[in-house]
């Protein structure tokens, strides 16, 4: 690239150094903060909210093991009900 | 990053710094504001995970280009969708063309601000080069790092970048 072209480069480039540093708005820190805490706060309610679905996962899970259990037991008794001939009708005389 | 450096000296040390590199790359003074915010919730949420390998001012220069740059395909998106957006949002409405650039004094104004716009028409990464160069005045490497990219390729972009703002303004002058 020729020296006399980089400097028209160069010089097009010239107004940015117009360009002052601005400070930004005096409540920037305290918005930030308050975004910050925000977070935090959010994500603590998020743990308790997981919290609360594992426990409801662990209720969920340890009722539908004891219910299966139960119905197999059931099941049990009433095969051998057939098995045996065992009435369970309370009614001792047929018509 | 110092364990005992809290977010607010943090903040003292290179909000400046933050501030004005989203006013020039996003120009607009409200998404500056929030995308400022963005970059230190995220500094504070993860300067756990910052290697003291890179200085914190380009960990920071980096986190900054990539909130501008997300920020960026955000305001795109929400525009492809634009039709969701109320008649009263003016938001939409503060393009670059309605910008006053704060930092620049009043006789400067046109000539920099036209600049800037053109700048802004430039693919990303030749604007990012270009702005972290010209207006930080930070070194070909300091950007290869910022930018995850070799020196060689930093000086190839500055080069297409100047040669392509250099053909826009040309196409300006004609029309």
Redesign the interface.
């Known amino acids: 690239m020729s020296s006399k072209s980089m400097e028209t480069k160069n010089k097009m480039l010239e107004p940015l150094k117009h360009i002052q540093k601005v400070a930004p708005a005096s409540d920037l820190f305290s918005k930030i903060e308050n975004r910050i805490n925000e977070e935090q706060l959010n994500k603590m309610s998020l743990g308790k909210l997981m919290a609360a679905c594992a426990v409801i996962i662990i209720l969920i899970a340890s009722n539908s093991f004891i219910i299966n259990k139960e119905l197999k037991t059931n099941k049990s008794s009433s095969d051998l009900t057939e098995t045996f001939g065992i009435n369970t009708s309370n009614q001792l005389y047929h018509e | 990053m110092n364990s005992n450096q809290t977010?607010?000296e943090i903040?003292d040390e290179h909000?400046?710094l933050v501030?004005?590199l989203c006013?020039?790359y996003l120009q607009n003074t409200e998404d500056a504001?929030e995308v400022?915010?963005d970059v230190?919730?995220k500094v504070?949420?993860k300067h756990g995970n910052f290697n003291e390998q890179s200085s914190l001012r380009t960990w920071i220069y980096k986190i900054t280009v990539n909130q501008c740059l997300d920020f960026l395909k955000a305001k795109k998106r929400k525009k492809r969708f634009g039709f969701v957006i109320p008649i009263y949002d003016n938001s939409e409405s503060l393009s670059y063309s309605d910008f006053k650039?704060?930092?620049?004094?009043l006789e400067?104004h046109e000539?920099?601000e036209?600049?800037?716009k053109q700048i802004n028409e430039l693919p990303h990464n030749q604007k990012t080069a270009?702005l972290l160069k010209?207006?930080d005045e930070l070194s070909q490497k300091e950007i290869a790092v910022i930018m995850e990219l070799s020196e060689k390729a930093v000086e190839s972009l500055l080069?297409r970048a100047?040669?392509n703002?250099?053909e826009k303004?040309n196409e300006g002058n004609k029309n």
């Open positions: 977010i607010k903040y909000s400046g501030y004005n006013l020039n504001e400022t915010q230190f919730v504070f949420n650039h704060p930092g620049v004094l400067h000539a920099t036209n600049l800037l270009l010209a207006i080069s100047k040669y703002l250099k303004i």
